[in-house]
């Protein structure tokens, strides 16, 4: 849990006596254990690539780019992390970017289409959380459908053709490099994990999302609304895949109906590796914005260190594979 | 009985999950500052009817009246708004949330920007152990995960959580259930605390000595059906006993006397 700026023994009065030094401990490698594996994770392959790629990894244009294509898939990873804690789990999103990317473009006005493509995001959002909860279909299973379905449907809708895209306002706002340098997606995502932060950590809202994960039965017999809280998540996941399918195609500088079609593997990996229990009930925000940098450093570096691009899947599985691994590693050690 | 308005009044209350009937035309009434025990074997019905005071379930029939009033529509926190707290049978926890996450679990403060007031909820449970739970181990704090407390500590936070909102009916759920001797005594102090303060109170237990040992009256269940009503004042725990056994084999209070032997 991130919401922990407060030691906890500041808060205790003389009545009690202070915590033992290894109760502390304990305390702090469960709140922080994972977002410390997290943040070890991201040194580890930084240093990795560092010394097997110095030319790319001590040069400054290597960050300009990987600030780039870390929203793609960070700026959904973000709500992603919200479904996965409230224990659901969504597939779809990559399909759900090419719905947004389609309205964006098909609508011809950047400012309309931008309205009007995560109003499109936030209703496939909602009909997943819907068809999740109010029909009760598990969202393993109701989002590998939708995602199929949505996918076709752009590529029926475009004739599976691809289009530009506009230049001017709008799109400045959302890809332009600030400086030259940074590009303004980057500071879109952190704004985004701000809110994403303040909303999980300090809001009812974001209360009930960590208790609707950690037991659903609970919460409900205690008067939350777990059904709204559910569907919103979902939600929340459309409204931020149509503006990372909006990024992801402006960078691209040209619309594909297959934009989003690689994003599912990262995307997840980016919220386990974060430390986002696949059990539901824990994660931070905090974790997956530093997996996000982590995830998208492994393709570039992997160009990078010579090897061949086949290993880019090797990796994401691993790092899958890892950081649920050490989820429980964690959770065992801090219980004892 | 006299005609005073009671504090909770269920009348013929029918309930059916598919074709399963828990309850049927069940009337059941607590008053001011009672302390009342359900008493009854496994699927008698107890957990559905208080469920159904909860708000958390609907019944299919029957009328609900608090102070007076007709509630058509209960739900959870509808039922909370007007007092009545809950501890389950199955604690309704949280295991790897914070204390305070649970405690005030639905119930979260906030700011008056509308943000979770987090210092204020840490405090005020804070309070809340040294006065009410007395954790004296100096390993629990305010962010201990409900997960590493023993099954006393967990039921601790469930009873201090349903009196910490000043509820005017406490509804205790097997309180007792898997705990050791000496947490089963301090539940039943809570519900004589309960009692003291005035307030009201369903108490359900499997165990007929704790239940005769702090009601003031008891309510056979049996089957779906309440079969029979005694004063605690009036009854000796033998013949309580000796009457749930009756009920037990029969299905009937009626005749019940001529099983006593004292």
Redesign the interface.
């Known amino acids: ?1 991130t ?2 700026e ?1 030691a ?2 500041e ?3 003389p ?6 030094r290894r ?1 502390r401990e304990r ?1 702090f490698f ?2 922080y254990g994972l977002q410390a594996g997290t943040v070890v994770m991201a040194l580890i392959i930084w240093v990795i690539l560092a010394v097997g790629a110095p030319e790319t990894w001590l040069h400054k244009d290597m960050y300009s780019a990987l600030m780039s294509t870390v929203p793609q898939t960070g700026i959904i990873a973000l709500a992603l992390t919200l479904v996965v804690i409230a224990r659901e789990i969504d597939l779809s999103f990559g399909s759900v970017m090419a719905v947004g990317s389609w309205v964006f473009i098909a609508t011809g006005r950047p400012a309309l289409g931008l309205i009007a493509a995560l109003a499109a995001g936030l209703a496939v959002g909602l009909l997943n959380g819907v068809i999740v909860v109010r029909l009760g279909v598990p969202s393993l299973v109701a989002t590998i459908g939708t995602m199929f379905f949505w996918a076709g449907i752009v590529l029926v809708g475009t004739n599976a053709a691809g289009s530009g895209t506009p230049v001017g306002f709008v799109p400045t706002l959302l890809i332009g490099r600030i400086g030259g340098y940074v590009p303004a997606e980057v500071v879109w995502m952190i704004g985004l994990a701000a809110v994403f932060w ?1 909303v999980l ?4 809202f ?3 999302v ?2 609707v994960g ?2 659903e ?9 777990t059904d709204r809280v559910r569907i919103a998540v979902f939600a929340l996941v459309g409204l931020m895949a149509a503006l990372a399918g909006i990024v992801a195609t402006l960078e691209a500088n040209f619309f594909w109906p297959t934009v989003g079609g690689g994003a599912l593997l990262p995307t997840i990996a980016t919220v386990f590796l974060g430390g986002t ?1 696949i059990f539901g ?2 994660g931070t925000i905090f974790g997956t914005v530093v997996a996000a940098f982590t995830i998208s450093a492994i393709e570039p570096g992997i160009v990078s260190l010579n090897l061949t691009g086949y290993y880019t899947q090797v990796i994401y599985g691993a790092v899958i594979v890892l950081a649920l691994v050490m989820q429980s590693f964690v959770m065992r050690r801090s ?1 004892r | 009985m006299v005609t005073v308005t009671n504090l909770l009044e269920l009348e013929e209350i029918s309930k059916s999950f598919g074709e399963v009937s828990a309850l049927e035309g069940v009337s059941l009434a607590v008053g001011d500052n009672e302390i009342v025990g359900l008493l009854g074997d496994n699927g008698a019905g107890k957990s559905t009817l208080i469920k159904i005071i ?1 708000g ?1 379930h609907a019944p299919n029939s029957g009328t609900i009246t608090w102070k007076g009033q007709r509630l058509t529509h209960l ?3 509808h039922a ?1 708004d007007l007092g009545i707290e ?1 501890v ?1 049978q ?9 204390l305070w ?1 649970n405690i005030f ?4 403060r ?1 700011t008056r920007l ?3 007031d ?2 204020e909820m ?2 005020e449970t ?1 309070k809340l ?2 006065e009410f739970l007395r ?2 181990s ?2 629990v ?5 409900v ?2 407390m023993s099954g006393g500590e967990r039921q601790g936070v469930a009873i201090a959580r349903a009196l910490h909102f000043e509820a005017e009916l406490i509804i205790l759920d097997e309180p007792t259930m898997g705990l050791s001797v000496t947490e089963t005594r301090k539940t039943l102090d809570f519900v004589r605390e309960i009692k003291a303060a005035g307030k009201s109170c369903i108490f359900i237990d499997h165990n007929i000595f704790n239940v005769h040992e702090v009601v003031d009256r008891v309510v056979l269940v049996d089957r779906g059906h309440v079969v029979g009503e005694f004063k605690t004042a009036e009854i000796t725990l033998l013949d309580l006993i000796a009457r749930m056994q009756h009920v037990a084999e029969t299905g009937s209070i009626e005749n019940a006397e001529k099983g006593v032997t004292t």
């Open positions: 849990m919401d922990v407060q906890p023994g808060v205790l009065p009545v009690r006596p202070q915590m033992s109760g305390i469960r709140h303040l950590n300090r809001t009812r974001g209360a009930h960590y208790l950690d037991n039965q609970s919460a409900r017999m205690m008067g939350v609304r229990s009930g824990r219980q | 909860t958390f739900t959870v926190q909370r809950t389950y199955e604690r309704a926890l949280a295991d790897q949330q914070s996450r679990m639905g119930r979260e906030t509308g943000l979770l987090v210092g840490r405090t804070e152990m040294v954790f004296t100096q390993a704090t305010p962010e201990t995960e997960a590493t």
